[in-house]
């Protein structure tokens, strides 16, 4: 309840420091990129290292359990409403040698859950590693980094799926990415949230 409800924020409800007119201005926006983003957790060492062992780490198990906890973040609206579920995808390095794509996992956990399809739409994204980039950079990182697949037509609404927003530059890009292709309300939904 603390949490903004535009972004997600934690300890935003109030008054936002992730989506008010000044942070946004900052990356170049006047607007948040999707329609809501809502995590179960904050982003702190215990969630960061849980995400990191999902996916670094090998222990694909975890997935299930974080869906499981993103699923019931979920508003019962929003999980009626859309189409399907998608993901950001990995990069094609990063994939190759996890040999598994961590939110693709937990994109068709949550897919399970609410009893819709898993509906790939985007193409690995083409950037840096984003973890040691500040706030600019990273948005810098992802602007336009993020396609959809080609022939990708996506519904009018729908779900996407990371484990982890920081900055919110890879989530900004995939809902361009997925506008684009015809989507109009891209609602989010992530693990943690910073």
């Known amino acids: 309840w603390r949490a903004c409800p535009i972004c997600g924020a934690p300890w935003g409800h109030t008054q936002c420091t992730e989506c008010n007119p000044v942070m946004l201005a900052a990356t170049g926006r006047e607007a948040v990129a999707f329609s809501s983003l809502a995590s179960p957790f904050e982003l702190a060492e215990s969630t960061r290292r849980i995400a990191v062992v999902c996916k670094d780490g090998g222990e694909q198990r975890l997935a299930t ?47 399970l859950v609410i009893g819709r399809p898993v509906i790939p739409l985007l193409s690995p994204p083409r950037a840096r590693d984003q973890r040691a980039l500040s706030r600019r950079a ?43 292709a015809g989507g109009r309300n891209v609602h989010c939904l992530t693990f943690a949230r910073a």
């Open 65 to 111: 359990e974080m869906a499981r906890y993103m699923a019931r973040y979920l508003s019962p609206e929003i999980a009626s409403e859309v189409a399907g579920v998608t993901f950001v995808p990995a990069s094609r390095k990063a994939r190759a040698r996890r040999g598994f794509d961590h939110a693709e996992l937990l994109a068709q956990e949550v897919a």
């Open 138 to 180: 990273r948005m810098g990182n992802m602007a336009h980094a993020v396609s959809a697949l080609p022939g990708a037509s996506a519904p009018e609404s729908i779900l996407l799926i990371d484990d982890v927003c920081t900055t919110g530059a890879t989530l900004f890009a995939a809902c361009d990415a997925i506008r684009e």
